[in-house]
């Protein structure tokens, strides 16, 4: 069974602060990573997409690709409270896995 | 560029009643994926087409279908519904038949089963 991993949390974080969200992925032949941001009662929507290793960076959000320790990881800068949501970690192959998320609070 | 449309976006239904719900991609994309989204389970994969085409599906049971039009929009149905399909359900679309393109998702539909 190909799996994606990731902590559920929850993760809770200071305004301003950084939040360090982490995913191992288990299959190999994975190519495409992707971070999506999922509020409550709302649907996934990207953050970012890395395909080679190592960082990517999109304003606040720095993603970390590491395919030799199948790890991906998603930095997100002076954090805020609206970033509170949960956060989903898929890598796409054959199909797209998603992780279960990892849900993050940012505190005022 | 419109978005990823779903319809209805909410539904409330009985046991063993069937239901269809139904996606359009955003225009130009011909992969349509189907999730299903609960708080126990997370997002799981229900099946994707791709041009009218079934080319993964997922591990659910075959009371699960769907289909694909030569339009791209896509349906999915669900026969003989039970409790336990009350979920959030999720299509996404994309611009090719590779998992490595980016998956947009549309609003979902929420079914209840009472």
């Known amino acids: 069974q190909k799996e994606v991993e990731q902590n559920s949390g929850p993760l809770s974080v200071p305004e301003g602060a950084i939040a360090s969200l982490n995913c191992t992925y288990s299959?190999?032949?994975?190519?495409?990573f992707f971070w999506y941001r999922q509020y409550s009662g709302k649907s996934p929507e990207l953050i970012m997409s890395?395909?080679?290793?190592g960082d990517k960076e999109d304003g606040r959000f720095t993603a970390q690709l590491n395919k030799a320790s199948q790890y991906v990881s998603l930095l997100i800068r002076d954090s805020q409270p609206s970033d509170s949501a949960t956060y989903l970690c898929?890598?796409?192959?054959?199909?797209?896995?998603f992780g279960a998320g990892t849900r993050l609070f940012v505190k005022a | 560029k419109a978005g990823v449309t779903q319809t209805p976006r909410y539904l409330i239904k009985t046991r063993g009643q069937q239901v269809t719900l139904s996606c359009s991609p955003i225009?130009?994309?011909?992969?349509v994926s189907w999730y299903q989204q609960t708080p126990g389970q997370g997002l799981q994969f229900l099946f994707e087409?791709?041009?009218?085409?079934?080319?993964n599906k997922g591990n659910f049971p075959g009371r699960f279908s769907g289909r694909q039009f030569s339009n791209s929009r896509s349906e999915m149905n669900v026969s003989t519904l039970e409790l336990g399909d009350s979920a959030l359900y999720l299509c996404?679309?994309?611009?090719?038949?590779?998992?490595?393109?980016?998956?947009?998702f549309g609003p979902g539909t929420r079914l209840l089963v009472l």
């Open positions: 890395i395909y080679s290793n």
């Open positions: 996404a679309s994309s611009s090719d038949a590779s998992f490595q393109e980016t998956q947009y």
């Open positions: 898929a890598a796409g192959g054959f199909k797209t896995i």
């Open positions: 087409y791709f041009s009218e085409t079934q080319r």
């Open positions: 299959d190999r032949v994975s190519q495409s």
């Open positions: 225009s130009g994309h011909r992969s």
